[in-house]
């Protein structure tokens, strides 16, 4: 069947309108969560069918192509970038682009001209449903990033203490209003009559809000959340969402987690080059280790390319949740997370659940 590059495109366009930065401080605000909007998605499946799924096209050549967002999901790579900037890696040429949104990733990897690409994680199953399997995910390389914060002495120190509360937050129809929900519900707290949600546009709004009301609490991602402590010392850390989502499933078999962003390849381009992505993936752990055990060090390659400036980097790493999980537990977290999406928009997945190819095992 005949999937439209529109209908990609215009998924990326509303995952990245909660994923990607912009504006100049970090902006970096909004390298949050991702997903779409059942509007827009119901919109883009009224566009005509014009792309084919993920191109078969096979490059010969040595060079790797790989993309991410600035904001987290770009932070763990910054010492595999270096690294293959200063020529220190031998075994092959890895071209690395950091795009400013989803939508500038999307068509890349429909067309065939990235082969890797770091994604919001929800957008890794619309793409493997939307390209019929033309999409693996690799790894779950960023966990949750939402943060629940306070301005002053909001007196929030467990979930249960947002009851009755009124909640800034951005992502209506979105992964932020599926995560908080679950988490919420989980907790035994009704989301449409325990608490009050007010729901702005962008993450900017909901900081003005937070700012604007005294003892106020807001629902907020990393970066973001140190570029305001940055700004306001008032602003504090009430609740890690992750942590909160880790504690609902600590007694699961196979627990789930809340997560960001994953690694995604052309399925194509892996039949075709097995070996580089063996070597792509031992490159980019031992990226990921470095970022979380040098921070200072990590922070300064991270302002080097741009991601984020470098002062908001130190601070932020730590609470990125950047990591890289493979294999059997990536799928377990991942497909539960994914779970926690469809049950509440199946628009959100792209439709359905992945099948098992859709976790690569290595």
């Known amino acids: 069947m005949k999937k439209s590059l529109a209908f990609l495109c215009a998924l990326a366009l509303s995952a990245s309108a909660l994923f990607g930065c912009s504006g100049s401080q970090g902006a970096s605000a909004n390298s949050a969560a991702e997903t779409t909007t059942e509007a827009q998605t119901t919109a883009a499946e009224t566009t005509a069918e014009e792309t084919t799924a993920v191109s078969d096209v096979t490059e010969n050549d040595a060079a790797m ?13 910054v010492e595999f970038m270096n690294a293959a900037d200063s ?23 429909v067309k065939g001209e990235a082969d890797i690409a770091a994604v919001p994680a929800n ?5 493997y449903n939307n390209t019929e399997g033309g999409v693996k995910v690799l790894a779950v390389n960023t966990l949750g990033v939402l943060y629940i914060v306070e301005n002053g002495e909001g007196g929030v120190s467990s979930v249960a203490d947002l009851k009755g509360k009124t909640i800034y937050a951005s992502g209506k129809g979105a992964t932020p209003e599926y995560a908080l929900n679950y988490i919420l519900k989980e ?14 546009s962008e993450h900017a709004e909901c900081l003005a809000a937070l700012l604007a009301d005294e003892n106020s609490v807001a629902m907020l991602p990393q970066p973001f959340v140190t570029t305001a402590q940055m700004k306001n010392e008032n602003v504090k850390v009430a609740l890690d969402l992750t942590k909160e989502w880790d504690q609902i499933q600590a ?13 995604i390849a052309r399925t194509a ?22 970022v979380n055990s040098d921070v200072t060090a990590a922070a300064a390659l991270v302002g080097k390319y741009d991601i984020v400036p470098e002062a908001v980097a130190l601070q932020a790493i730590p609470a990125c949740n950047i990591t890289f999980i493979t294999n059997t537990e990536m799928k377990d977290k991942l497909s539960g997370y994914l779970n926690v999406l469809f049950e509440q928009n199946p628009k959100s997945v792209g439709g359905e659940l992945p099948a098992d190819d859709f976790y690569y095992t290595w």
């Open 251 to 263: 007694d699961e078999a196979n627990p789930s987690a809340l997560i960001t962003g994953v690694v």
């Open 123 to 127: 957008l890794a199953s619309v793409l």
């Open 65 to 77: 192509n790989i993309m991410a967002l600035k904001g987290p999901t770009a932070m763990g790579m």
């Open 187 to 200: 907790n035994g707290i009704d989301p449409e009559t325990d608490v009050t949600i007010e729901w702005k």
């Open 87 to 109: 020529g220190e890696l031998t075994d092959g040429t890895y071209n690395f682009t950091i795009a400013a949104s989803a939508d500038e990733v999307t068509p890349k990897i």
């Open 269 to 290: 381009y892996m039949e075709d080059h097995p070996e580089a992505i063996s070597a792509f993936l031992t490159h980019y752990q031992d990226s990921v280790t470095f």
